[in-house]
């Protein structure tokens, strides 16, 4: 379980809104919650179209997922790929995210009231929705909100792991085209399917399987959890409040980096093992050896970390491209770890983007959850980051 973060961050976050009829806002047809928080929450769909078929639902009333402010935008990005990093554990090995943005109808065989929230599935097919919406314009990359003004409804989708798309027309995309698009491809490829009409105890259990299989694959073995990101602020800022929340040792990877290298040539390979099997010592005997604790970091104005260590040498982009030498340091907090969970900050990105890395165990794009910080401030990122956390340990 998560302690309670000594100092929990704090930003502007939409108080949630509710409305009459709306049955992600009442839960009136919601049999399960998986997962919630102040902007998210995650369930079986009440009606599933095959087995590992999941919602993620706003907590806040918005119309669609791109109607929303960045830091709640992005608190169920990452959601949604901790969802589908179960769907795909627990479900076949695949798992795709579609969202029929403003699709007017959030209850089946329901009038139009308007009753519009915001809302994403996640099941284990890779099916291109796009080929039979016959869009106007489609984007792989985000549409700025200018491009989606005019048009009541939109189409999203991320085909397991293949990047997201975005797709819309002059004219509303059909009622429920989400889930006829869906049921006709899984007809196509012969695989099984619910239909609406399909007995209601057929919904009910695949319902309690699917709730009983997604907790089955929550997150416990972790120890270690490696923040990449596109500044020491940033990257510091998530550690620290992800450490707070864990009960985790924040340590800096540039910083061991730094002091196997100091004052060695990089490719004194003897040398540099030498460092190395000093600095496990010095960690065995408890030596910070690239700790950020209360004594030499803090979160000033801004929430932006602040690093006691010296400036870093010329040497230490270097450094940091042997290869060899960063699976060592990490190596020697996997053992660090065996005592005390670590939060690790690890190493640039490009663009602005910051990557979770969760422990070393399956496959690579699983282990990672990914979000663009461009818009958000430190204290922000610090709160999706943590957002990401407790989702895969909750």
């Given at each position: ?16 809104e ?19 928080s102040?902007?998210?929450r995650?369930?079986p ?10 919602l ?41 995210s ?25 099941l ?6 796009f080929e ?15 491009q ?51 007995p ?23 120890r ?26 924040v ?19 003897a ?27 803090g ?6 970390a ?29 053992q ?6 670590i ?10 983007e ?30 999706v ?10």
């Amino acid at each position: 379980m998560l302690a309670q973060p000594q100092e929990p961050v704090r930003a502007r976050i939409p108080r949630a809104e509710t409305i009459p009829h709306c049955p992600f806002c009442s839960n009136d047809e919601i049999l399960v919650v998986l997962y919630e928080s102040e902007s998210v929450r995650v369930f079986p769909d009440i009606r599933p179209i095959t087995g590992g078929h999941f919602l993620i639902a706003t907590s806040t009333h918005y119309q669609s997922m791109e109607d929303q402010e960045p830091i709640n935008y992005w608190r169920v990005r990452v959601i949604q790929q901790e969802v589908a990093r179960r769907v795909r554990a627990g479900f076949g090995g695949v798992a795709s995210s579609y969202e029929h943005g403003r699709s007017a109808i959030c209850r089946f065989h329901a009038a139009d009231r308007g009753d519009t929230h915001a809302h994403v599935h996640v099941l284990p097919t890779r099916i291109d929705v796009f080929e039979r919406s016959q869009t106007a314009e489609r984007s792989d990359s985000r549409p700025a909100p200018r491009q989606l003004q005019g048009t009541d409804r939109y189409i999203y989708q991320n085909l397991d792991h293949r990047g997201d798309s975005w797709g819309w027309r002059p004219r509303s995309v059909p009622r429920h085209f989400l889930r006829m698009a869906l049921q006709a491809g899984l007809e196509e490829q012969g695989k099984p399917f619910i239909s609406l009409g399909a007995p209601h105890t057929d919904h009910v259990a695949t319902v309690q399987h699917n709730a009983a299989t997604y907790c089955e694959h929550r997150d416990t073995s972790s120890r270690v959890i490696t923040v990449d990101g596109p500044t020491p602020e940033l990257r510091s800022a998530c550690a620290i409040e992800l450490a707070r929340a864990w009960g985790a040792e924040v340590i800096d990877e540039p910083m061991l980096l730094r002091r196997v290298g100091s004052g060695v040539d990089p490719g004194d390979e003897a040398r540099l093992r030498e460092r190395l099997r000093e600095l496990g010592r010095a960690m065995d005997q408890g030596s910070p050896s690239g700790t950020l604790d209360g004594d030499r970091s803090g979160l000033a104005r801004g929430g932006a970390a602040v690093l006691a260590e010296p400036r870093a040498e010329a040497r230490e982009p270097v450094l940091a491209e042997l290869g060899w030498l960063r699976e060592a340091v990490q190596e020697l907090v996997q053992q660090r770890a065996e005592a005390r969970p670590i939060v690790m900050t690890g190493s640039p990105t490009a663009g602005h983007e910051i990557q979770l890395w969760f422990g070393s165990q399956g496959p690579e794009l699983d282990r990672r959850v990914r979000f663009d910080a461009e818009h958000l401030e430190p204290r922000e990122a610090a709160l999706v980051a943590l957002e990401a956390l407790r989702a895969r340990t909750t």
